[in-house]
Every structure is written in structure tokens, then in C-alpha cells.
């Protein structure tokens, strides 16, 4: 069993993964290599790897549209998210999701979500199955404080409470929703209070230090593991980019900035390991480490091929070949409308039936 201290040590290098990952993908938007629109996690990631290491394997994941942090928490290869931003065919949604949409069912990772507050009833519903059938797993859902203020989002506490659904509902408030501040946006100071009105336990705490999230997130899962229903969860947290890479931030100051990354989750963890006796020298191999499974991650997706077309049409549309014999090949067109329909069991699993 790994000490306290290796432990810490694989959390930062996951965390100093992350942030390498975003700050080329930042590099990657403005090469033009990436699509769409890019919202980086950098100055959250305590979150993403304090929530993973309290769950299991067999746990089921929801996220926002920042939803690279988590995807690489929970194991997806930085090779396949960055094949993915850059449209590429091994990307975790074979390239047609891009930034929003990640997904990894072989690490139940059940997807990032571009609607706001549009996956809570999903994730809900996900954890209504674990019930019904009697499984052992506990659903985690992650949202921003915008969310709040969403009708999806009273629906889905209402069920979950109502029916004590094994579930963590996570509100990652990273102080602005979009451009605007939570003031300007909810009479409450304190949004974990609403728990009380779907009859689930509410918890509040900063985010900043991955043990913390650890610690805090582990009650929430043993109260739904042992069938004491679902927890709402505020965590304070603060994003040091835009709301996305078109966002250039200015509703907040310069000054404002500087003081919230005085508490950066990666500056946090690495005193601890200072304090810790992990000397400087064994800290910078970690984050040459990061970095290199970062740059072989831009070199694979730089290389890799495009997104398929035949992919695209296969998975996106449907016709009437659907109610006819499979024809056989991958990449087998259908008939009537001209779209095209494949049988690869792969892209089945990743793609088709989980709206990558």
C-alpha cells in the first residue's frame, strides 16, 4: 500500500500532467491546429485528481465541457485527448467531439457535456440504474456555479434526493460563469445550502489542496455507498484563464489574478512535498517527467490521421439501411440517403452509441 507521501508525489506529477496538457493545448488553439471552442482546467486540477482518487474504478463520471483535467484524472491517455482536440481519427471520440465532447467508457467516463446543466438529469438517471439493478456504484457529477441557476439542475436534485440515489453532485465554482460573478448571479454566498431543499447533505470547502478534495469527497462516497443518498458539493476553486481561449478576462483585475494563484494547486502540493523531505531535484524530474508525456502527446496527434468521414456519417446519422442487414467492411456505405455506416465494434464502443 503506497504512504501518504508516494501518494502525494503521483498526484502532483498527474496534476503537473494536466496543466502541461492545457498549456499546449493553448498553444495548440493558437497554431490553429485545434477547432471549435477550448476550455482549459488549469488551476483546478486538485479537484479532478482529489475526486478520483476517492472513487473506484467501477465509478461512473459526468463533466462539463472542461473536461480534459478529469479525463486525464481518471486514465484516459494524453495521446488520445490530444488526438482528439486536434481532430484526429485516435482521438477518444475518433476526432468528432473535440474539446466538449471527451469520452472514455473503458474508464466510465461517461463524458463531457456542452450544454449547461444539460447532463445532471443524465447523470441522475445513470445512478437511478446503479439502484434499480442493485449495483455497487456511485455517480459523480461535476457542474459549474452557473449551473445552479439551471432548471436541469432542480430536476435532478429533486429525483436524487427523493429517491436517495447513490450520487455526488460537484459544483466546481470557480467564481465566474462565464464573465459574470456568482454576486451578480445568485442571492447566496453559500450555494451548498441548497442541498437542504432536496433533502441530501450539503459540505463547502476550498479546492486548492488535493488532500482536502480527497478527504471531503471520500465521506460523500461512503454516505452513498452505504445507502445514505446523494451529496451536493461546493468547491471553491479559480480558473487563471478566460472562460475560454476567445475570453480575454478583462471583468477581473490583474491584481486579483496574482493573489489567487498565490494558492495554485500545484505551488500547494509542491510545499507539501518540500515539507515532506521530496527534495527540489526529485520535483523538477516530476515536472520534466510531465512534460515529456506531454510533447510525445503533440508529436502522436500531430502525426495521426484526420477524422474519417466515413466515421462521421456512419455515427451521426441514421436511415433506413438502419432496419436492413449491416452491410459488411468497415466503412460500408449505405443506400438510400448516401450516408455512410460502419461495423467497426471499436467506434460502436466509443463513438456511436454515446454521443461522441
Known sequence: MASDRDRLIAQYKQMMVMRRFEEEAARGYAQGK???????????????????AALDERDYLFQTYRDHGIALARGMDPKAAMSELFGK???????????????DAEHNFLGGWAIVGGHLAVAAGAAFKSKYIGEDRVTVCFFGEGATNIGGFHEALSLAGLWKLPILFICENNQYA????MSRTSPLED??????GYGMHGDKFEGHDVRVVQDRV??????????????????ETYRFRGHSMSDPAKYRSRAELEQRKERDPLLVTRA?????????????ALDEQADNEIQEAVAFADQAEPAKEEIMFGEV????????????????????????????????????????
Open 34 to 52: 485545434i477547432g471549435g471552442f477550448l476550455h482549459l482546467y488549469i488551476g483546478q486540477e486538485a479537484i479532478a485528481v482529489g475526486t478520483v
Open 272 to 284: 507539501q512535498l518540500a515539507d515532506a523531505g521530496v527534495s527540489e531535484a526529485e520535483l523538477d
Open 317 to 356: 446519422y441514421a436511415g433506413p439501411e438502419d432496419n436492413e442487414p449491416t452491410p459488411t467492411g468497415a466503412g460500408a456505405r449505405g443506400h438510400a440517403n448516401g450516408t455512410t455506416r460502419t461495423v467497426d465494434s471499436s467506434v460502436e464502443q466509443s463513438v456511436g452509441h454515446h454521443g461522441g
Open 89 to 103: 481519427d485516435p482521438g477518444c471520440s475518433r476526432g468528432m467531439g473535440g474539446s466538449m465532447h471527451f469520452f
Open 178 to 181: 462565464m464573465g459574470t460573478p
Open 191 to 196: 450555494l451548498s445550502i441548497k442541498a437542504a
Open 218 to 235: 471520500a465521506r460523500a462516497v461512503e454516505r452513498a455507498r452505504k445507502g445514505d443518498g446523494p451529496t451536493f458539493l461546493e468547491i
